[in-house]
Each structure stands twice: as C-alpha cells, then as structure tokens.
C-alpha cells in the first residue's frame, strides 16, 4: 500500500506535469501534437478534395483552332480539285491529320473521345458538333 501511496504522491505528479510542459510550444519549432494534427487533417482533407481539372492553356486552343480551319481548308481544296496527282492519298491524309487535330481540340474542350477506326466520319461529326456546341469554331 505505501508503493501505490508512494507512486501516486510522487511519480503520478511528475509525469501530468511533464506531460503538460510537452504541450507547451518552444520557439524554435512547433508542438509535436500540432505537426501529427496537421498531418492527420491533411490527409482527410486530400480525400475530401475534389480533382481540379487543369485550366487550358487559351493560346493552345486559339492554336488548334487556326490549326483546325488551315487542315479543313487544306481537304476542301483537294476534294475540288479532280486534277490532282495522287489524291485519294492526300485527302486520306489530310484527313487523318484533321481528326488528330479534332481530338487534340476535344481534350482541350473536355470532349470525351470514342475509340473508333480511324477515319470513321461518324465519330469526327460527334467530335465537331461536341465542339460546336461547346463555342469552338474554325
């Protein structure tokens, strides 16, 4: 009994007030329990975080927009012109080059792309009418 009288007369004293002075910050560095509460709030505020989407770039889009309208240019001239060598491969390509155009400007827009053979018509007027309704223009 004098143990239990001794520990709680002496040691059980010793350590509130040690563990109270360890709350008290210094003026050098921050309480541990700040750092831990901080590290701790941190975390459930990166789960609570909604994603940002990364703000494009306007210049990128002014770009591929003028880009847009020289490649849609660029086919129509082809498509008229009955005379020209190796046409079917121009226009081919062109066209290509177009829809990589369209999916760099549907990224740009937010536009979810379709995987689609490539130079499906179908999906590049989904992919133009997207972007019509979202204020592109070329």
């Known amino acids: 009994m004098t143990w239990v009288l001794l520990f709680a007369f002496s040691v ?10 360890g709350l008290v910050p210094t003026a050098d560095e921050p309480p541990w329990w700040r750092l831990v ?11 609570l975080r909604r ?4 703000v494009a770039d306007p210049f990128a889009a002014l770009w591929v ?6 490649v ?3 086919v129509r001239e082809l498509e008229l012109d009955p005379q020209l060598y ?5 226009i081919i390509a062109s066209q290509l080059a177009y829809d990589q155009l369209l999916a760099q400007a549907c990224e740009l827009a937010g536009v979810d792309v379709e995987p689609a053979a490539l130079g499906d018509p179908q999906e590049r007027f989904r992919e133009e009418v997207e972007l019509a309704s979202r204020g592109w223009s070329w």
Request: charged share 30%; glycine share 2%; aromatic share 8%.
């Open 12 to 21: 059980f004293p010793t350590l509130v007030f040690a563990l109270a002075f």
């Open 37 to 47: 509460a901080a590290r701790h709030l941190e975390r459930l505020a990166a789960r």
């Open 51 to 54: 994603p940002r989407r990364p």
């Open 65 to 70: 927009q003028s880009r847009l309208g020289a």
């Open 72 to 74: 849609a240019d660029h």
């Open 86 to 90: 190796a046409r079917a491969e121009r």
